[in-house]
C-alpha cells in the first residue's frame, strides 16, 4: 500500500510517518519547500504550493490513499488576513489536490481520501452530547472553516473515490498540541480552566489518533467519524488531571470569560466554547481505544510506560 499525506512534518502527520513506515507502507508526501524534499528518511517528498496551485503529479504515482492534514495552524492570533490563511490553507490544498488527481492523462488508481477534519464543526453546546449525524448550520468561524473544508473534500467522490472524513478532538500529545500549551503554567502550579470550566472537552491521545486513521485506511471507511475518545471530560476536569499527571496542586480557580475574550478576541472560542462529543460510531465500527481514559492518556504522555 502506498499513502500520499499533506501535513506529514506536523504533529499528527510526523506519528502517523512513522507508524507506516514501521508496518511496511510506501510512503509519499508533499512539502511547499523545495528543501525539504527528502527530509523524511524512508518516505518520499514531491513539491506543492496550494496558494498558486501548482502540484509536481509524480506525487500521485502508484498512490492507493491519500491523507490530508495540511492547514494552518488556528492557534495564532485571529487577525483578519490570518483568517483568511486559515481557510484557504484547508480549502486551496483540497482543490488543488482534487484538480491535481483529476487532470491525470492515465486516470488514477486512488481508492480513498481520509481527510482531517474537527469538531469545531459543531456547534458549542453545554449540555447536549453530539453524533456525526447532526445537522449542520454554520455561524462561527470555525464551523465555516470546517463546513467548507468538508464540502471540498466530498468533491473526490465525483471521481471515484471513497471520502473519510474524521472529525478531531483535541489531540493530547508530548510534544505539542493543547498538552504543550497547558504544561508550563500548570508546572508552576498556575493551571486554571476558562470561563467557567464546564465547557466540554472531547480529546483523543494521538496514538489512537494515527491507529484510526489506519484503521479507517485499512476498513476502507466511508463517511464522517468523530475522532474523539469516549470519555470527554469539563475543561475544570481535564485542567486538574493535567495538574495530577505533573504532581502540581490545582488551587487557582477559572479565568474570567470576559478577561479571555479581551486578550485574545474571537480566537477565545478555542477555550470558552464547549463540545460534548460522541465516539459511539468509532465502537460500532470495530475499533478499540488503547487510551479511553484522560487520566491514563495524561500518564503515558508524561511518564511513558510504553
Given at each position: ?8 512534518t ?9 507508524r ?10 508533499l ?10 528518511v524512508?518516505?518520499?517528498?514531491f513539491y ?8 509536481d503529479?509524480?506525487?500521485?504515482d502508484?498512490?492507493?490513499t491519500i ?7 488556528i492557534?495564532?492570533r ?6 483568511k ?11 488543488l ?8 492523462s ?16 459543531y456547534?458549542?453546546?453545554f449540555d447536549?452530547t453530539?453524533?456525526?449525524n447532526m ?17 471540498q473534500?466530498?468533491?473526490?467522490s465525483?471521481?471515484?473515490?471513497k ?16 498538552v504543550?500549551t497547558l ?20 480529546w483523543?491521545?494521538?496514538s489512537?489518533l494515527v ?5 479507517a ?24 488531571a493535567l495538574?495530577?499527571?505533573?504532581n502540581?496542586?490545582h488551587i487557582?480557580?477559572p ?5 479571555i475574550?479581551?486578550l485574545?478576541g ?9 463540545h460534548?462529543?460522541s465516539s ?5 465500527n ?11 492518556a495524561?500518564?503515558?504522555i508524561?511518564?511513558?510506560k510504553?
Open positions: 500500500m502506498k499513502l500520499l499525506i499533506t501535513g506529514a506536523g504533529l499528527v502527520g510526523k506519528e502517523l510517518v512513522k507506516a513506515l514501521n508496518q511496511g507502507m510506501e510512503i509519499h508526501f512539502t511547499t519547500q523545495q528543501s525539504k524534499l527528502n527530509s523524511i524512508g518516505a518520499k517528498g506543492w504550493n496550494p496558494s498558486l496551485q501548482e502540484i503529479s509524480n506525487c500521485f502508484g498512490v492507493t491523507v490530508h492534514l495540511a492547514g494552518a495552524t492557534s495564532k485571529w487577525t483578519a488576513s490570518y483568517k490563511t486559515i481557510l484557504s490553507s484547508r480549502i486551496d490544498s483540497t482543490q489536490l482534487f484538480t491535481g488527481i483529476k487532470n491525470l492515465q486516470g488514477h488508481g486512488i481508492t480513498q481520501l481520509v481527510s482531517a477534519s474537527a469538531i469545531g464543526v456547534p458549542s453546546d447536549q453530539v453524533e456525526e445537522p449542520l448550520s454554520p455561524s462561527s468561524f470555525m464551523e465555516q472553516v470546517v463546513t467548507e473544508w468538508e464540502q473534500s466530498d468533491n473526490f465525483t471521481i471515484g473515490m471520502v473519510t472524513k474524521l472529525r478531531i478532538g483535541l489531540v493530547l500529545a508530548a510534544e505539542g498540541g493543547v504543550a504544561k508550563i503554567p500548570t508546572m508552576f502550579g498556575l493551571g486554571a480552566a476558562f470561563g467557567n470550566g464546564k465547557q466540554g472537552q472531547s483523543i491521545h494521538i489512537d491507529s484510526l486513521f489506519l484503521f485506511i485499512e476498513k476502507q471507511w466511508e463517511g464522517v467519524f468523530n475522532a474523539v475518545s469516549p470519555s470527554p471530560v469539563s475543561q475544570s476536569r481535564f485542567i486538574s495538574a495530577k499527571s505533573l502540581r496542586p487557582f480557580p479565568l474570567p470569560k470576559f478577561l475574550q479581551l485574545v474571537e480566537m477565545s472560542s478555542l477555550v470558552l466554547d464547549s460534548w462529543v459511539k460510531k468509532l465502537d460500532a470495530g475499533f478499540s481505544f488503547e487510551f479511553p481514559n484522560i487520566n491514563d495524561l500518564e503515558n508524561f511518564h511513558k510504553k
